[in-house]
């Protein structure tokens, strides 16, 4: 009967030892490749920089800018309430509290978009949540949200509202202390033409 | 006696079923079908090098030679791919990276040491695939500075002053600073004083058509 138990005792002992052989158990909580393709088919990580104007202006609590340019660019200019964190930088445990935050879009965002993706890549597969990239980073935000162009005078009201709005939105980033006098929009009308009628003769 | 022996066999018995479980729970525990092949500090190591990007100007001159020992892999959708495509690029949307015959692809592209050049309508839209195929141990794989936007012309913007190439997307194309402090100060923007002319659409007339019978 000892023997027995003996026996028992040392096949339970290997057993636990076969636990070291297991896989590295970071791998665990790394989101798989396949999981992190089939985000990247779904265009949803990315939003515009008007978006991202309304919900600063907004003062959106959900969301949460991180600025991914080095910390030179980042004090020079930077969006409104972002955190810097430089892409060299982003597997530093340092920032955990950052990237793990329940409830709150992270946008990342840097001079274009590459930086940021990757930026995002990488969160995501150490498998945080809730991550965004902002396409066209901060060229495109100087190009749309500061400098906007006017659209040409065909251009549908909708393209008119989203150049009102970012006029606006630029006064909001400028400190409002911006004069523009309006432009009126000249509204061209449209008269639909009378279809000709076609004589069709039949048999 | 017997009462012990009853004993001992209930726990080996006990002892079997624990162990046939542990035994079934290692060999069912999910294994992934894609294995990381760098870790994530060794794969920040690799974007951050910008070994692995390809200048635009460098993949013509390999076209142009017909420098053996390239492969272009075009990633964007069928649709984009048959509207026009570097010269012999094969098409692999990015949405099937993972399909076998395409992993079968990449395989042999990295045994017969083929660098495989990814591209999209910009740098971009490839650089997810791009690092994923990294990451998976592909390292014979490079991304397309600019993307075929570029390369074909269609997003080179000729009147561009910057000495910058426009393919490094990650250069500021503007001094945010100055810009920032124009406008706090008031300065109008001389963009706003542009007028526009205004353009009135005239729609052709649709000649009319009799059409008679018989």
Partial sequence: MNIRYIFFAILLLALGAGLFFLPDPKADYETQAENILSELKDQTRFVSTDEVAERIINQDPSLFLIDVRMVDYYEEFSLPGAANIPLEEILNPDWVDYLEQDGVDLVFYSNGDIYAEQAWMLAKRMGYKNLYVMKGGLNHWFETIIQPKRPAATASSTEFDLYEFRKGARQYFSGGSLNIEDVEAESLTFTRKKKETVIEGGC | ?214
């Fill in chain 2, 1 to 214: 006696m017997k009462d012990t022996n009853l004993k001992t066999n209930r726990l080996s018995i006990a002892v079997l079923i624990f162990v046939s479980l542990l035994v079934i729970g290692f060999i069912t525990m999910s294994k992934p079908e894609f294995e990381y092949k760098l870790t994530l500090e060794q794969s920040l190591e690799q974007i951050l090098s910008l070994e692995d990007e390809m200048n635009p100007d460098e993949l013509m001159e390999i076209i142009d030679s017909e420098t053996k020992g390239y492969k272009v892999v075009d990633i964007r959708n069928p649709y984009e791919f048959v509207k026009g495509n570097i010269q012999g690029s094969k098409n692999i949307p990015y949405q099937n990276l993972f399909a076998k015959e395409n992993i079968e692809f990449f395989d042999q592209m990295k045994k017969d040491s083929v660098t495989v050049v990814l591209c999209g309508y910009d740098q971009l839209e490839a650089n997810g695939s791009w690092m994923l195929l990294q990451q998976l141990g592909y390292s014979n794989v490079k991304v397309l500075q600019g993307g075929y936007g570029y390369y074909s012309g269609e997003t080179f913007d000729m009147f561009s002053e910057s000495e910058i190439p426009q393919y490094f997307v990650e250069e500021p194309k503007y001094s945010f600073v100055e810009i920032m402090d124009k406008l706090t100060s008031g300065s109008i923007i001389e963009d706003e004083k542009v007028e526009y002319e205004s353009i009135i659409p005239t729609r052709k007339k649709k000649e009319t058509v009799i059409e008679g019978g018989c």
